[in-house]
């Protein structure tokens, strides 16, 4: 069984950082892609940021594209997201998310090819 425990996350000032981490037991972690998603309170999930099994590929939403960076440590089964420059907009729970196969699909930000997911971190940045 696939566990995913996400960590990191708490209040900022926007301008400011931080970085969330997700370690992941049960599997095979280093053979598959991750993702950061983000989910506010009446909305639908949207994915944040996928990394393929190497860390050598990476994708990110539209609007954290500069600001946020995804990496991955297959030593320690870990991914993070450093965000730089938060925005209030940026508040919500993210979540860590294993997928089912070594690249982030085409269609990743959708949640197509996750399967797992972590309890999730919230995320607060105050203006």
């Known amino acids: 069984q696939v566990q995913l425990e996400e960590s990191g996350g708490g209040s900022a000032q926007a301008g400011g950082s931080l970085r969330l981490s997700c370690v992941a037991s049960?599997?095979?972690?280093?053979?598959?892609?991750m993702g950061w998603f983000r989910q506010v309170p009446g909305q639908e999930r949207e994915g944040v940021s996928c990394?393929?099994?190497?860390?050598?590929?990476?994708e990110y939403l539209d609007s954290v594209k500069g600001r946020f960076s995804i990496s991955r440590d297959n030593k320690k089964s870990m991914v993070f997201l450093k965000m730089n420059n938060l925005k209030p907009e940026d508040t919500a729970m993210y979540y860590c998310?294993?997928?089912?196969?070594?690249?982030?699909?085409?269609?990743?930000?959708?949640?197509?090819?996750?399967?797992?997911w972590g309890q999730g971190t919230q995320v607060t940045v105050s203006s």
């Open positions: 049960g599997y095979i972690y280093r053979t598959f892609a």
């Open positions: 990394v393929n099994w190497s860390g050598a590929e990476t």
């Open positions: 998310a294993a997928g089912e196969y070594s690249v982030c699909l085409a269609s990743w930000s959708s949640e197509l090819g996750f399967e797992d």
